[in-house]
C-alpha cells in the first residue's frame, strides 16, 4: 500500500524555461530569503499554457529580512501571506504573469496542520501541487511532511461529516466543499467539488486508501464517525471567519502591484458575483482605502 508521503513526493514537475525564469526573478527579488518554492492552482496541469498566470507558495526564513522592517512585514506577520505579482518576458517574446504568497517556511507548516483553524493552507495543499525549488534537501523535507501533515488534517476535518462510509470522489469532494465555502471561491456545490476530485481520481483514492485502508468493491471506504456535531460547528465558525480574512488579504495585497485594485475587482467578482467599481483614488492608495473597499464588499453581500 502506497504511503502518504510516497504519494506527496511523486508529485513532481519539469517546469518549462520560463517558469524557471520567473522562480528566478522572484529569488533575486527577495535574495537569500527564499526557501522553498510550491507551484499549485487551477493551472497547474496547464504549465506550458503561457496564458495561465502562474500561483506560487514563497516560503522565507524571515518577514523582516524578506519585506525590510516596514509596514509590509508586519502586515505579512499580522495577517499571512503576503501577495505580489511578478510579469516577466522571456527571450521569445512570451509574457509570463505570476501570482506568489509569501509565508515563512515555519508558519507553513502550522497552518498545514490542525493548529490552524482556518483551511486555508492545508485545504489547499492537501490537494495536488509540485515543490519546484528548495534552498536545500532539509528544507525538502520538511514541506513534503507539511504536505503530509494537511493531507491528514483535511482528512480529520472531514471524516465525521460522512456518516461511516464514502467513496473517495464524495470524501474529498466534501472536504473541498465545505474549504471552499470558507474563501472566495466560485465552487458553489458539492458536485462541483466532486468534479475538481474527479480529475485527479487515481490520487484521492490512493491517499484514502492510506489513511483508512482498502475500500470494498463497491470503492466506499470505511470511515471514523465520531465527532459529527463538532464537526459541522467547526466548518460553521470557519465561513464566519474566513470569508472576511480572506478578502481583507486580497485588499491589502492590491498595494503590492500596479494594477493591484482593479484585479482585486476582477478576482471578487468571480469569486462571489459582487461587481466592485474602484474610483481612481482608490486604485492609487488602495490600503488606505481598504476599509471603505471592504465595507462596500460586504454590504453587497460577498461574503454570503
Known amino acids: 500500500m502506497t504511503s502518504v508521503l510516497d504519494i506527496i513526493k511523486g508529485e513532481t514537475l519539469d517546469p518549462p524555461a520560463r517558469v524557471t525564469e520567473v522562480m528566478t526573478l522572484i529569488r533575486e527579488r527577495h535574495a537569500g530569503r527564499v526557501q522553498a518554492m510550491v507551484y499549485y492552482g487551477s493551472s497547474l496541469r496547464e504549465l506550458d499554457n503561457p496564458e495561465k498566470m502562474l500561483d506560487f507558495y514563497v516560503l522565507v526564513d524571515s518577514y523582516r ?13 499580522l495577517m499571512p501571506p503576503a501577495v505580489y505579482y511578478v510579469e516577466h518576458t522571456a527571450s521569445d517574446g512570451t509574457l509570463s504573469t505570476c501570482k506568489y504568497s509569501i509565508l515563512s517556511l515555519s508558519e507553513f507548516e502550522k497552518r498545514c496542520s490542525a493548529r490552524a483553524f482556518l483551511s486555508q493552507v492545508w485545504g489547499r495543499f492537501s490537494q495536488p501541487c509540485a515543490v519546484l525549488w528548495t534552498k ?42 465545505e474549504s471552499y465555502r470558507t474563501e472566495l471561491r466560485p465552487e458553489s456545490s458539492t458536485g462541483r467539488s466532486e468534479e475538481i476530485v474527479a480529475r485527479f481520481e487515481e490520487r484521492y483514492v490512493a491517499i484514502t486508501q492510506g489513511l483508512y485502508g482498502k475500500a470494498n468493491e463497491e470503492g466506499y471506504f470505511s470511515l471514523p464517525t465520531q465527532g ?33 485594485i482593479d484585479y482585486v475587482a476582477r478576482k471578487v467578482e468571480n469569486h462571489s458575483g459582487v461587481k466592485l467599481d474602484p474610483t481612481p483614488a482608490q486604485r492609487k492608495h488602495p490600503v488606505l482605502h481598504s476599509p471603505v473597499l471592504f465595507w462596500k464588499i460586504w454590504r453587497k453581500g460577498a461574503f454570503k
Open 65 to 77: 529580512k524578506t519585506h525590510g522592517t516596514g509596514l509590509r512585514a508586519l502586515i505579512n506577520r
Open 136 to 177: 536545500t534537501d532539509d528544507v525538502l523535507n520538511r514541506v513534503w511532511a507539511a504536505r503530509v501533515v494537511a493531507v491528514e488534517t483535511m482528512a480529520g476535518a472531514t471524516v465525521p461529516l460522512l456518516d461511516g462510509k464514502a467513496t473517495a470522489a464524495v470524501f474529498w469532494g466534501r472536504g473541498f466543499y
Open 228 to 260: 459529527k456535531s463538532r464537526a459541522v460547528r467547526r466548518w460553521m465558525f470557519r465561513r464566519i471567519l474566513g470569508k472576511p480574512a480572506a478578502a481583507i488579504r486580497v485588499l491589502l495585497g492590491a498595494a503590492t502591484f500596479d494594477g493591484g
